[in-house]
């Protein structure tokens, strides 16, 4: 750090004074915030956006023109719009629908879903669809309905290819948390953000700090998933 303060001209002990307010903001005695939210968002979000997106791609691969148009377009709409759009429409059309305020925390937690949701479909759907045509016909032939051998035989192989583009979707959508602050929601961002303004003097330090964290996180589980695809890749020769 002093080597890098003498080269650069850079003071990072505004890094060591507020450490603990870029990690969880002012919790236990305050909100979460910081890391520990940015990383909250995104677990909840690909959770939840994890199961919309396996509803929303078994949708889109529908037998039925009525089932699979409408949800494709509903797809398309969200995959077509920024998503700090989406951020916007909810943050103003949920308090809207209820009557009252909304939490922001959970108004970008649903954005989040919403439109990672979407993206996620279509992992869903390509991997469905890179299942031999073979395995289906089998599956009908021994007996089976097409649902059933959707369920017991083309989705778990599915699901083992759609893994590392889940891992890599993660990924995107820890990046993609950094908008939450648009509305105040006090993740990293945002906690970057109330410490420049407080301190006023090292703009350059801390977000390059918060940089530095970002890549870190995203690279730790991006080497993740280029191991889940090489043991996908290793299990799928060995079959």
């Known amino acids: 750090m002093e ?3 003498s080269i650069f001209g850079l003071d990072f002990s505004v890094i060591r004074d507020n450490w603990l307010f870029f990690l969880v903001g002012r919790y236990p005695n305050g909100p979460m915030g910081g890391v520990a939210l940015t990383l909250t968002l995104a677990v909840g979000s690909v959770f ?7 509803i929303l791609g078994l949708l889109a691969v529908s ?9 494709n377009i509903i797809i398309q709409t969200f995959r077509g719009v920024p998503l700090l759009m989406v951020i916007f429409w909810f943050y103003f059309f949920l308090p809207a629908v209820f009557g009252k305020g909304f939490p922001e925390i959970s108004t970008v937690l649903i954005a989040l879903t919403v439109f990672t949701s979407a993206y996620m479909s279509q992992i869903v759907k390509a991997g469905i669809e890179a299942i031999p ?22 989705l778990p192989q ?8 889940f891992v890599n979707q993660f990924v995107s959508l820890i990046k993609d948390t950094s908008l ?36 870190v996180i995203c690279s730790a589980f991006t080497a993740l998933s280029r191991q889940l695809e090489a043991r996908t890749t290793s299990a799928n020769a060995n079959r």
Do not use: C, K
């Open 158 to 165: 599915a699901l083992r290819h759609m893994i590392p583009s």
């Open 63 to 71: 037998q039925r023109r009525w089932v699979r148009w409408p949800v």
């Open 180 to 215: 939450a602050f648009i509305v105040g929601v006090s993740e990293l961002t945002h906690v970057a953000t109330q410490v420049n303004n407080r301190t006023l003097n090292y703009p350059t330090e801390i977000f390059l700090f918060i940089a530095v964290v970002y890549f």
């Open 133 to 154: 045509r073979g395995q289906w016909e089998a599956g009908v032939s021994s007996g089976l309905s097409r649902r059933q051998v959707l369920w017991q035989i083309v």
């Open 3 to 5: 080597f890098i303060n």
């Open 48 to 54: 939840f956006s994890g199961i919309g997106g396996l």
